[in-house]
């Protein structure tokens, strides 16, 4: 019977159905946003190079409360241990190579030098210290 009298009330009364018809709009769009916001999270984590699928990466992500930028979130992947530093590692590449160019450049193209201290220190017979001895003096003489 109060069942009967509140169906009655809701037909009566658009405002409240109204009312209703917007609070489940409100909430499904809420669920919506979140959805968005959580997954522009994500993409911003694989643009910096973070798989979120890893499960120390995981941890990270959702411990994560700086910037939501790839550039922010790639150096605090640095900071973290989760990525490598390859602008460093390319700095360095490059310095080599340079090091490289300017020997040549010098005149030093010749192979690097031989310790032939280590070598014959390290031969396990008599003959193979009289072959490094040998080397070492026809390196000798080609200077």
């Known amino acids: 019977m109060d069942s009967d009298f509140d169906e009655e009330q809701e037909g009566r009364n658009p405002l409240r159905d109204r009312m209703k018809q917007l609070e489940a709009e409100n909430a499904e769009l809420k669920a919506q946003a979140d959805a968005s916001s959580s997954a522009a999270r994500?993409?911003?984590?694989?643009?910096?190079?973070i798989d979120p699928e890893l499960p120390i990466s995981k941890y990270f992500?959702?411990?994560?409360d700086g910037e939501l930028n790839a550039d922010a979130i790639r150096e605090a992947?640095?900071?973290?241990?989760?990525?490598?530093d390859t602008q460093a590692?390319?700095?360095q590449q490059e310095?080599?190579?340079?090091?490289?160019?300017?020997?040549?450049?010098?005149?030093?193209d010749a192979e690097p030098?031989?310790?032939?201290v280590t070598r014959i220190s390290q031969a396990k017979s008599?003959?193979?210290?009289?072959?490094?001895?040998s080397e070492a003096r026809s390196q000798?003489?080609?200077l």
């Open 61 to 64: 992500v959702k411990a994560y």
């Open 126 to 133: 008599a003959a193979e210290v009289d072959m490094l001895l």
């Open 89 to 91: 590692e390319s700095i």
């Open 113 to 116: 030098q031989v310790d032939f």
């Open 95 to 108: 310095a080599g190579t340079w090091n490289r160019s300017n020997q040549v450049a010098a005149g030093s």
């Open 42 to 49: 994500e993409l911003a984590f694989v643009k910096a190079g």
């Open 77 to 84: 992947g640095i900071e973290a241990g989760l990525l490598k």
């Open 140 to 142: 000798q003489s080609a």
